[in-house]
């Protein structure tokens, strides 16, 4: 299995169905991992979800921290401030 294997779109709802207590809408990558396996209907490993985490953050989809540290993560397009973890492309 790779990234490509899970849609973009399917992997960015999980991280919206997570609800979340944090003021700027993070969601961790416990809870996120948990509602992607549900959507896909079969277990995603650690390495993979992380991978697809740090792409869709490379192509300005995801916010938050992807190296494994934390995993707080939310969509770009709900990002409270830009000059944390969502910076606008070719800014």
Not at 3 to 19: G, N
Not at 49 to 64: N, Q, T, V
Not at 66 to 89: F, K, L, N, Q, Y
């Amino acid at each position: 299995m790779q990234c490509k294997d899970i849609p973009d779109d399917v992997f960015l709802a999980a991280v919206r169905a997570v609800p979340t207590s944090s003021p700027v809408g993070w969601r961790t990558r416990w809870d996120v991992h948990g509602k992607l396996e549900d959507a896909l209907g079969f277990e995603v490993p650690e390495k993979l979800l992380m991978a697809k985490a740090r792409k869709l953050e490379s192509r300005g989809l995801l916010g938050g921290c992807t190296c494994g540290c934390r995993g707080d993560w939310h969509p770009s397009d709900e990002c409270a401030d830009r000059t944390i973890c969502c910076p606008v492309a070719g800014a």
